[in-house]
């Protein structure tokens, strides 16, 4: 029957793991203080995670903080620093990215 979803504690794993250097713990950490889950919702924070987690390639993080980059959450907003992480998403197999960065690229050239 599996145990009962505590949002909470899953933020206690993910940031144990996140801190020893985990891409991916470092991404759903990010998603849970996006999200308000188990943590504050804290949209600097989520930035702070997504980066570390971005830094390593990670492709759901870069199209994540390219997101927040384009709106200006959690951190100032820079639609050239978005476009480039959208193209870092997309070299790491993103075809949302990839999507994304063309649209963006039509932003950027108008």
Do not use: C, H
Not at 53 to 70: H, K
Not at 75 to 96: C, M, R
């Amino acid at each position: 029957k599996g145990v009962r979803q505590d949002d909470k504690k899953a933020a206690e794993w993910f940031r144990k793991a996140a801190e020893q250097g985990d891409a991916d713990a470092q991404f759903n950490l990010g998603w849970l203080y996006i999200k308000g889950k188990g943590v504050l919702e804290d949209y600097q924070k989520a930035a702070e995670w997504y980066r570390k987690a971005a830094e390593q390639g990670n492709r759901f993080a870069l199209f994540n903080l390219s997101r927040m980059y384009f709106n200006g959450y959690g951190v100032k907003q820079d639609i050239p620093t978005a476009y480039a992480l959208l193209l870092l998403s997309a070299k790491e197999g993103n075809e949302k990215a990839r999507d994304a960065a063309n649209k963006i690229k039509k932003i950027l050239t108008t």
